[in-house]
Structure formats: C-alpha cells, structure tokens
C-alpha cells in the first residue's frame, strides 16, 4: 500500500519562498498523476496543481499560475511544489494525493501546513 508524506511547510513571511516536499512509499509506485491540494480553515479542499507522472506535464489552478510550481523525481519517488510570492491567503493545510486514472486521487497524505504571515 502506497503511504503519501508531506514535508516543508510552516511560517513565513508574504512574499516569501517555500517548497513542499511528498515521499511516497510503497511496494510499487506509478500513479497516473499527483496532484498538490489546500484547504484553509472553514473551506473546501481546492486543487492547486497536477502534474502527470510520466510525461511531466502540469497544470495549476487560476489562483496559483505563475507563482506556484509542481515538479516530480521519479527516482525518488518525490512530487514537489515550489511556492513564491507567497500571500497571506495561501495559509491552509496543503495535502498532496496521488491517482491512479485521470481527474481522481486515491491516495492522500496526512497536510502539512502552511502560514503566510501579513
């Protein structure tokens, strides 16, 4: 059974920098896409970005392009997202989740959180 964990977030100021990490493991790991998701406190979970895990290909949320950045190593079976410019409306619980057929995510990984202090 693949196991999904998150690493990297905490406190940081706006317009600062951070970068998640999430490892899976498992016996086998080749999921069709992963995708990075948040939820702040009293919303719904959103999907930020997605990244296929042979092509490479991505594609991020409206409210994330052009600061936000999804990368995989396969080796390591690791997927990353890369946070700029961070805003005080970034804070939230960020899951990463992986999916074996397009557009669904079976697998989730316990949050790690993110403050974007003002």
């Known amino acids: 059974q693949v196991k999904l964990v998150e690493s990297g977030g905490g406190l940081v100021q706006a317009g600062g920098s951070l970068r998640l990490s999430c490892a899976a493991s498992g016996r086998t790991f080749s999921p069709y896409s992963m995708g990075w998701f948040r939820q702040a406190p009293g919303m719904e979970r959103k999907l930020l970005a997605i990244?296929?895990?042979?092509?490479?290909?991505?594609n991020y949320a409206d409210s994330v392009k052009g600061r936000f950045t999804i990368s995989r190593d396969n080796a390591e079976n690791t997927v990353y997202l890369q946070m700029n410019s961070l805003k005080p409306d970034d804070t939230a619980v960020y899951y990463c989740a992986a999916g074996q057929v397009a557009g669904h995510f079976g697998t989730w990984g316990q949050g790690t959180q993110v403050t974007v202090s003002s």
């Open positions: 990244i296929n895990w042979n092509s490479g290909s991505t």
